[in-house]
């Protein structure tokens, strides 16, 4: 079974700072792995999707990567604002399109 | 377009009663997914449908959830009896299809309270 681990659990940088969100898996066997943000009392927004014939993935300033032979993902976030602060969840999907979900890395972006 | 839509947004019940959530998928989206998600976890996936068929059932608890999708378009997510461990939030998602490019799309989940 897959299981996705998300570190580190909790973040908390100034704003302007860049920042790193890692993501691991334990079967490298996936069909794609998606970036997602929750928001207090709401649901989740897709961010970024990488297809696992891809290495990597941008959108204005997030950036994320995958090396599917390591099971590791990063969410790079550049020059972070206090809009960014959220829960960001990773989620992989393999055969079938069962997603599977880490536990998600909390940030906080301080003015 | 118009998202995913979720209701009740609430619900508090007592142990053993029932419950019912019902989800609109965005048109269009032939994929449908039922996850729950526990307080500090990451959402977990109950069920899948592809129109109106089951797909993925394997982590439902079927002694106590059923869900249906009549039609292929809406879908219903029931509960009976409800038990503690089911406080959590129930987020229905939809997707085009069911393939490697496509993402998913989640409504504002149900948020519910056993007690």
């Known amino acids: 079974k897959q299981e996705v681990t998300q570190i580190p659990a909790a973040l908390s940088v100034p704003e302007g700072e860049n920042l790193v969100l890692n993501c691991s898996f334990t079967d490298s066997a996936i069909y794609n792995l998606q970036w997602f943000r929750q928001d207090p009392g709401k649901g989740l927004t897709s961010l970024l999707l990488?297809?696992?014939?891809?290495r990597e993935q941008t959108s204005g300033r997030l950036n994320a990567s995958l090396d599917k032979s390591s099971g590791r993902s990063t969410l790079y976030i550049a020059a972070s604002q206090p809009g960014d602060s959220a829960t960001y969840l990773c989620?992989?999907?393999?055969?079938?399109?069962?997603?599977?979900f880490g536990t998600g890395t909390s940030l906080t972006v301080i003015p | 377009e118009a998202g995913v839509a979720q209701s009740p947004r609430y619900k508090i019940i007592e142990k053993r009663q029932s419950v019912a959530f019902w989800c609109n998928p965005i048109s269009g989206h032939a994929t449908l997914y039922w996850y729950q998600q526990i307080l500090g976890q990451g959402p977990k996936l109950l069920i899948q449908f592809q129109n109106n068929g089951v797909v993925d059932d394997s982590q439902l608890p079927k002694d106590r959830f059923s869900a249906e999708r009549l039609k292929g378009v809406d879908s219903t997510l029931k509960i009976q009896p409800a038990k503690l461990e089911d406080s959590a939030v129930y987020l229905c998602?939809?997707?085009?299809?069911?393939?490697?490019?496509?993402?998913?799309?989640f409504g504002p989940g149900t948020r519910l309270l056993v007690l």
């Open positions: 989620a992989v999907s393999n055969t079938g399109n069962q997603f599977y």
């Open positions: 990488i297809q696992s014939s891809q």
């Open positions: 998602a939809s997707s085009f299809w069911s393939s490697e490019y496509e993402t998913q799309y």
